[in-house]
């Protein structure tokens, strides 16, 4: 029965695999229709967006009735709650890489207000964040997901870079930049929301890994890193 109950939790950590992989490509295939103004290539990422959102409804379902008929306790359990909160975040995840593509056909007609340097930076962090996460959760990695979250100021701080530039250096100086500049700055939003939805499976995962809650309690990473040195 437990060889059994294994095997399920393993096909089920599959399906986040398949899940976290798909969505990091959306990430990736949003941006380069981003660069290139491609609308093609972003309409390609929207569509795409079904698969990931049926693998959702597949790994929710398949978590409720190994719930229900398990009745997992200790780590299996916390595995199982914790896939169920990744399961929503790499949906949210896959949907901000949507919300980058419908901005690539409002600026897709015209020139860029301004060539793109920190959000590709930020794009960049966004994949490599997602990644690592997953990677923490999958090899109960606490010492990776605690990189993760320490990585989320960094993404604020280039989304606030892209913010105030476009505001301060062209929508204040030239107002009729502003439909050109607002989907950058939205843009620059999304990517930053990717970074914060990996910060919370990243929180999941250590307390999957330790029962820990380290969610609106930095100051228990700053002790555990001071432990460690």
Do not use: W
């Amino acid at each position: 029965m437990q060889r059994h109950f294994d095997q399920e939790l393993k096909t089920l950590k599959e399906k986040l695999l398949k899940m976290a992989a798909l969505t990091e490509g959306a990430i990736r295939l949003s941006i380069e229709a981003l660069k290139n103004k491609d609308k093609e290539l972003a309409k390609g990422v929207i569509k795409a967006d079904s698969e990931i959102d049926k693998i959702e409804l597949e790994i929710e379902e398949k978590s409720i009735e190994l719930l229900a008929t398990r009745q997992p306790v200790a780590i299996d359990l916390r595995f199982l709650t914790t896939g169920m909160k990744i399961n929503s975040e790499l949906e949210r995840i896959a949907d901000l890489a949507v919300n980058v593509c419908q901005r690539v056909f409002q600026i897709a007609d015209q020139p860029l207000v301004k060539p793109l340097i920190d959000i590709p930076k930020l794009a960049d962090l966004a994949r490599q964040m997602v990644k690592e996460t997953i990677d923490a959760f999958v090899n109960k990695d606490k010492a990776l997901a605690k990189k993760v979250i320490l990585s989320d100021s960094q993404a604020d701080k280039l989304r606030n870079a892209v913010y105030y530039e476009l505001v301060d250096d062209y929508i204040v100086k030239d107002g009729s930049c502003g439909p050109r500049a607002v989907p950058l700055i939205l843009i620059s939003r999304h990517l930053e929301r990717i970074c914060d939805h990996a910060t919370y499976i990243a929180e999941d995962t250590i307390y999957m890994i330790d029962a820990k809650i380290v969610k609106h309690h930095p100051e228990k990473l700053k002790n555990n890193k001071e432990n460690q040195q």
